[in-house]
């Protein structure tokens, strides 16, 4: 589900198809409005995962190693996401709960999940969707959801891993 947060003018939207990527086919939504893009929110890809995310973070002691986790999993996250004309942008679903794993296990071994968990999910929206919101021109979809299709088997991969740690 995804909740509408603005519209945004664009050159050119691509016709409604089939598209596929990272062996995952993505389905290009009807157009809203011509012209336009209209920038939202997935519930279950970005706004649980932050809240969650929020909560761990304030509970934590290791709020600084969470912090530069959560750099260090957007940089490789930003570095492997692509962009999927009429779609939106995707990563491979499991580079997100891989470096989370990674990097909480060497910055936080005894606290690792919490870790993961947020610098996995906060990662990858921020280095997939949020560092690549000034490239949605290029993208031609209609609608372009931050923790969508692209990223939002990352982020629940995540949860998964993270669970596995504890």
């Known amino acids: 589900m995804n909740i509408p947060l603005y519209a945004m003018r664009v050159e050119r939207l691509l016709p409604p198809q ?18 336009m893009t209209i920038i939202a929110i997935n519930v279950g890809g970005a706004l649980v995962p932050v809240m ?6 304030l509970r934590s002691r290791v709020r600084g190693r969470m912090l530069l986790g959560v750099a260090v999993v957007a940089a490789i996250v930003h570095s492997l996401a692509r962009i999927v004309p009429g ?7 499991f580079v997100p ?27 990858a929206l921020i280095g997939a969707d949020l560092l690549n919101l ?6 031609g979809a209609p609608v372009v959801s931050i923790g969508g ?3 939002f088997d990352g982020v629940f991969l995540t949860g998964i891993i993270a ?4």
């Open 52 to 57: 969650l995310s929020l909560y761990l973070f």
């Open 163 to 166: 669970g596995l740690l504890a």
């Open 18 to 35: 089939s598209i596929t990527m990272f062996g995952r086919t993505y389905v290009v939504p009807p157009v809203h409005e011509e012209g």
């Open 149 to 151: 299709a692209g990223t």
């Open 134 to 139: 000034p490239r949605i021109g290029e993208l």
């Open 97 to 123: 709960p891989l470096a989370a794993a990674a990097v909480s296990v060497v910055l936080a071994f005894r606290r690792a999940p919490p870790v993961a968990y947020v610098s996995g999910s906060m990662g």
């Open 87 to 93: 779609a939106g942008i995707a990563v491979l679903m």
